[in-house]
């Protein structure tokens, strides 16, 4: 009775075990997107006066930009929320200072009304300018507020004219705000410096560029740009680097994000308990024009310096990010009296890279940084190189069979012998 | 002594039947593919179809699993993720096809790339596959692929083995002239995985996945949940291996015993 209660004691247990070994807790499943505001999108849109060109599906660009809206405000989904922005749509005028400013909201972000943002649109005629610059940081603006995703796509026919304000410039200091904004461009039959230009914009915030030719293009994508902010996304926390690990930012389990410019270092230190695993990445951006060659490393040391493991990864042409990785499990501490609270071991986290750029790219701000932390249980560590010691093969089948062999020819001569040793006696 | 030799063949014929049977279930559990890879796209639930959209970054990455065929439009010049998540011992092929933009609207040749990165965004090697393509200025298509090595159940802290966990698929062009940037491209992925069994079955396990935080698609983790790694065909092997040399020691035995009398009364 006592054997079998033990017998199935061990059949549960048996299986608990099994079932943790099939089912591993998913401790790293995140908390789930962040706490759910409604996306926000701003559509901006050039109403300069190139737009009356006749080049696309033998249809204005205005029409043509028009008819996408309609069928995008058709087409919005429910949560998300959408505004109009328009630049060049009210001064016809030749004076540049006041071209120059010519962005307004023609329909604010919030809750969408079709009808009324229909009309709102409809009223647009091919005007002025193309104050791109201002119009972004309009836009940047409309959106302002909430923790939300934000993403601006802007539609313009022709480059920026309003210098000193570079439009690329304009947009990366908007993303380095950091305030998880991204800008979709979308070129109507560009020349080389607009689509340079646009590039340029979509580069500095990790957004996408695309050369428009034809109604249906234009329409599915800014619907499909529309439909992007709307996915479930875990926006990152901000955070800031120091210069060493001593004052460096102290993180927990999450994902942050950073600036980081040409060769700085920028430390960050994490607490992991003995018996816990630390788990770190690290994707620097490469927002603007670097050189061919490039690369990052994360090091993870001890609070006096010592290197305990590190991730680096390098990387040449054109690319978004370069990204690298490290794992520190944290050895268990076996000889510590139960009732003494563990000691977490202070890790310091060191991000530095080798990007470099042409003198003409400006170095400030610094690239986009995303570091991810996670901690978990740590491993169970490899006592031998097989699993459980287990061994495989035909080499191992016959050694086991000979060893067979020789043991029961042994037994069987030791017993043969002392047979005949008994019966002499 | 003719019975017990009878008995020994008969247990050794057994015994090798056993271990026949024994690598049949071994190569039986080896070749199984994965079941999410035999999963019909009819009976797949709605939230587990594949994806017809990919991610631009590695936070917003588009998830699959094997056997499912991710497909998005795109600009060319766009960079696209997909994560996937691949088992202990399975050794997965990622391909790629993209559908180019019609020759007349092009300007040149273009160079495209599939990289794959790992839960923690360590780039992964391919170890054979065509990972960077040239299509020339009228090629309609690509095709790339990429073969990772076979993922192990742990591995060391300084080891860049491929970990069980999620796996990013990053696909973009890394050449074309300027003019073709931001024409409208189809791209679709796919990956299969083909079970290596214990050849590669390691000891040490991961207590979690290299899941990263930012992939909270239901299509995180294979079909029917993370193997934990405990199981392998070594077992097999290893039992077998305990019944052969028990019958062989049962047959030595016998050998020196003769018919059961000692041959001097």
New interface residues.
């Given amino acids: 009775m006592i054997t079998r209660k033990r017998l199935a004691v061990g059949a549960c247990g048996l299986l608990a075990a099994?079932a943790?070994?099939?089912?591993?807790?998913?401790?790293?499943?995140?908390?789930?997107?962040t706490a759910k505001e409604p996306p926000k999108v701003d559509l901006v849109l050039d109403v300069s006066g190139s737009m009356r060109a006749n080049d696309i599906d033998g249809q204005s660009r205005m029409a043509a930009a028009k008819q996408a809206f309609n069928e995008v405000i058709d087409a919005v989904p429910a949560e998300v929320r959408l505004g109009i922005r328009t630049l060049g749509a009210t001064y016809p005028g030749e004076d540049r200072a006041l071209g120059c400013k010519d962005t307004k909201q023609l329909y604010p972000v919030g809750p969408l009304d079709r009808t009324e943002a229909k009309t709102a649109v409809a009223t647009l005629a091919p005007t002025g300018w193309t104050p791109i610059g201002p119009a972004l940081l309009g836009a940047a603006q409309d959106l302002e507020g909430g923790n939300a995703t934000k993403r601006i796509v802007l539609i313009t026919d022709g480059e920026d004219t309003c210098a000193p304000l570079d439009p690329c410039e304009v947009a990366r200091d908007i993303a380095a705000k950091g305030i998880h904004l991204v800008i979709d461009t979308l070129?109507l039959v560009?020349d080389?410096k607009t689509?340079?230009q646009l590039?340029c914009i979509a580069e500095a915030t990790?957004?996408?560029?695309?050369?428009?030719?034809h109604k249906a293009?234009l329409s599915?994508?800014v619907r499909?740009l529309v439909?992007?902010a709307a996915?479930?996304?875990?926006n990152?926390m901000a955070t800031e680097g120091a210069k060493q690990c001593e004052g460096a930012p102290q993180l927990k389990?999450?994902?942050y994000s950073d600036r980081e410019t040409f060769g700085e270092h920028r430390w960050y230190r994490v607490d992991v308990l003995p018996g816990q695993?630390l788990?770190?990445?690290?994707?620097i951006g490469a927002d603007r024009a670097v050189n061919n060659d490039y690369g990052v490393l994360l090091r993870a040391t001890t609070a006096h310096g010592r290197e305990i493991?590190r991730?680096s990864?390098a990387g040449d042409?054109?690319?978004?990010?370069l990204?690298?990785?490290?794992?520190?499990?944290k050895a268990e501490i076996d000889d510590v009296d139960s009732d003494d609270k563990p000691v977490p071991e202070t890790v310091c986290l060191q991000v530095s890279n080798s990007f470099s750029a042409p003198a003409s790219v400006k170095t400030t701000p610094g690239m986009p940084v995303?570091l991810?932390i996670?901690l978990?249980?740590?491993?169970?560590?490899?006592?031998?190189?097989?699993?459980?010691?287990?061994?495989?093969?035909w080499w191992?089948?016959a050694?086991?069979?000979?060893?067979?062999?020789?043991?029961?020819?042994?037994?069987?001569?030791i017993?043969?012998w002392r047979?005949?040793v008994w019966?002499t006696n | 002594m003719r019975r017990v030799g009878t008995l020994t063949a008969s247990l050794l014929a057994a015994a090798a039947a056993l271990?026949v049977a024994g690598t049949a279930v071994g190569t039986a559990v080896a070749d199984t593919p994965s079941p999410s890879a035999t999963a019909s796209p009819g009976g797949a639930k709605a939230a587990e179809s594949a994806p017809t959209?990919a991610?631009?970054?590695?936070?917003?990455a588009a998830a699959f699993r094997p056997g499912q065929k991710a497909t998005a439009?795109?600009?060319s010049?766009?960079?696209l993720y997909w994560v996937l998540p691949i088992d202990a011992q399975q050794r997965a092929t990622v391909k790629a096809a993209v559908t180019l933009p019609e020759a007349k609207?092009r300007h040149g040749a273009s160079t495209w790339q599939l990289d794959v990165?790992?839960g923690?965004?360590?780039?992964q090697a391919c170890t054979y596959g065509t990972q960077t393509a040239a299509a020339a200025k009228d090629a309609a298509t690509v095709e790339l692929s990429c073969t990772l090595r076979t993922v192990r159940?742990?591995a060391?802290?300084?080891a860049n083995d491929p970990l069980p966990g999620s796996y990013y698929v990053r696909l973009?062009?890394?050449?074309l002239p300027?003019?073709d940037?931001?024409?409208?491209v189809r791209a679709a992925v796919e990956a299969e995985v083909k079970e290596t069994g214990?050849?590669q079955?390691?000891?040490?396990?991961?207590?979690?996945?290299?899941?990263?935080?930012?992939?909270?698609a239901t299509l995180?983790?294979p079909e029917d949940?993370?193997?934990?790694?405990?199981w392998?065909?070594?077992?097999v092997?290893?039992a077998?291996?305990?019944v052969?040399?028990?019958?062989?020691?049962?047959?030595?035995?016998?050998?020196?015993?003769g018919s059961g009398r000692?041959s001097?009364a």
């Fill in positions: 099994l943790v070994g099939l089912f591993p807790a998913s401790a790293t499943a995140a908390d789930g997107p070129g560009p080389a689509r340079a590039t990790g957004g996408t560029y695309t050369s428009v030719q293009e599915s994508r499909q439909d992007r996915d479930p996304v875990v990152p389990a999450g994902l695993e788990r770190a990445s690290v994707s493991v991730g990864e042409g054109r690319t978004d990010v990204s690298t990785g490290l794992r520190y499990p995303e991810t996670d978990v249980d740590g491993p169970d560590e490899a006592s031998d190189v097989a699993a459980f010691g287990l061994g495989r093969g191992l089948l050694v086991l069979a000979l060893a067979g062999l020789l043991a029961g020819l042994v037994w069987g001569w017993s043969r047979i005949s019966r | 271990t959209e991610g631009t970054s590695f936070r917003t439009g795109a600009s010049g766009d960079y609207a990165y790992d923690l965004r360590r780039r159940a742990g060391d802290q300084w973009t062009v890394v050449d300027e003019e940037l931001g024409l409208p214990g050849i079955a390691v000891d040490g396990t991961l207590s979690t996945p290299l899941v990263a935080g930012t992939v909270t995180r983790e949940g993370w193997s934990g790694g405990w392998s065909d070594r077992w092997w290893t077998a291996g305990g052969l040399a028990a019958l062989a020691g049962v047959f030595g035995y016998s050998l020196t015993r000692p001097r």
